[in-house]
């Protein structure tokens, strides 16, 4: 009877080298699974900060007109924002519409949110930068709503529809307050003038 070979050469070396591609590639999973908790942990920072979007204002005018309208807003106790100063401490303006320049899509839009209610007076104005080959006056539709937190939803708390007539015109579409608890305070919607743009910006 003839003895078996305990030791195959083909099978022994093998089967160290999987386990040693094995124990590798272990090592390395145990490796990720320890540092995912350490990659960008979030701070307290972020998790108190408001949502972006609670007052929000959306203008729009006719998708065929090749004009340039600039939205401008400002929060209580923030600077103007608009073109030339797209990011507040409230507000930021999230679409600069150059018309039909550059733009990829047909729509004439602008937009601008808000982190944050701070309690005051808000302003929202228009400005008529540029006409080409459009016929004046333009309209414009201006929607303003707000959102105490993202579990609730947009509530509109004024909407316009405004004639902008020449080049140059900046127009006072709407002001309002807000109370501390980021309400509307009742009766305090009017829209008399206030420049907000730079005129040398």
């Known amino acids: 009877m003839q003895g078996l070979d305990p030791i195959d050469g083909d099978g022994g070396d093998g089967t160290v080298f999987r386990d040693v591609i094995m124990l590798a590639l272990l090592g390395f999973v145990t490796i990720v699974i320890l540092l995912l908790p350490h990659l960008n942990p979030p ?39 608009g073109y030339s100063n797209k990011d ?3 507000f930021n303006l999230l679409r600069d519409d ?10 004439n839009y602008e937009m601008a949110y808000s982190r944050g209610t701070p309690q005051g007076e808000y302003t929202v104005n228009l400005h008529l930068y540029r006409s080409r080959t459009t016929p004046l ?13 993202n579990s609730e939803s947009l509530v509109t708390v004024a909407s316009n529809r405004v004639q ?13 307050r807000l109370s501390q608890l980021g309400r509307l305070v009742k009766g305090s919607i009017h829209d008399l003038p206030r420049i907000l743009r730079n005129p040398g910006g």
């Not at 150059?98 to 729509?107: A, E, F």
């Open 137 to 149: 006056p333009i309209p414009v539709e201006v929607n303003i709503g707000i959102r105490k937190s």
């Open 43 to 81: 701070t307290k920072q972020d998790a108190a900060a408001d949502p972006p979007g609670n007052v929000v204002v959306e203008i729009r005018w006719p998708d065929k007109d090749d004009a340039d309208i600039d939205l401008w807003v400002q929060a209580p106790g923030d600077a103007p924002v």
């Open 88 to 90: 507040g401490g409230v």
């Open 164 to 176: 902008l007539s020449h080049e140059g015109e900046e127009l006072t579409v709407v002001r309002f």
């Open 98 to 107: 150059l018309g039909h320049i550059q733009d990829l899509s047909s729509l």
